[in-house]
C-alpha cells in the first residue's frame, strides 16, 4: 500500500522558510519522478516542483530561486525547501508520485 505524508507546513511572516516533507511508504521515491504541486483557496492545483531518479530539479517559474527539492533515499523521503517566501506562495502542498497523492500540507505566509 502507497502511502505519502507530507509534513512542515505552517504559518510563517513574508521572507520567511519552511522545509516541507514528503514521506513515502509503499513505493521507492529514488526510482521515480516526484512532484510537488499547490493549491489556493479558489484556484487550481499548480506545478510547483519535481525532482527525477536521477535527482535533477525542475521549478515553476514563480518558485525558481527560492525553492529547492531534494531526496533523501534513506528516509524515503524528499523536501522542498522554501525560502524567501510570499503571500502567494499560500496554499497547500502535495506531494506525488506515480498517480499517488498525500493528504498536503497548509503553508500560510502572512505577516
Known amino acids: 500500500q502507497v502511502q505519502l505524508v507530507e509534513s512542515g507546513g505552517g504559518l510563517v511572516p513574508p521572507g520567511g522558510s519552511l522545509r516541507l516533507s514528503c514521506a513515502a511508504s509503499?513505493?521507492?521515491?529514488?526510482?521515480?519522478?516526484v512532484y510537488w504541486y499547490r493549491q489556493a483557496p479558489g484556484k487550481e492545483r499548480d506545478f510547483v516542483a519535481k525532482?527525477?531518479?536521477?535527482?535533477?530539479?525542475n521549478y515553476a517559474g514563480s518558485v525558481q530561486g527560492r525553492f529547492t527539492m531534494h531526496r533523501d533515499d534513506a528516509k524515503n523521503t524528499v523536501y522542498l525547501q522554501m525560502n524567501s517566501l510570499e503571500p502567494e506562495d499560500t496554499a497547500v502542498y502535495y506531494c506525488?508520485?506515480?498517480?499517488?497523492w498525500g493528504q498536503g500540507t497548509q503553508v500560510t505566509v502572512s505577516s
Open positions: 525532482l527525477t531518479r536521477y535527482g535533477v530539479a
Open positions: 509503499g513505493l521507492a521515491l529514488r526510482i521515480n519522478i
Open positions: 506525488t508520485v506515480n498517480g499517488f
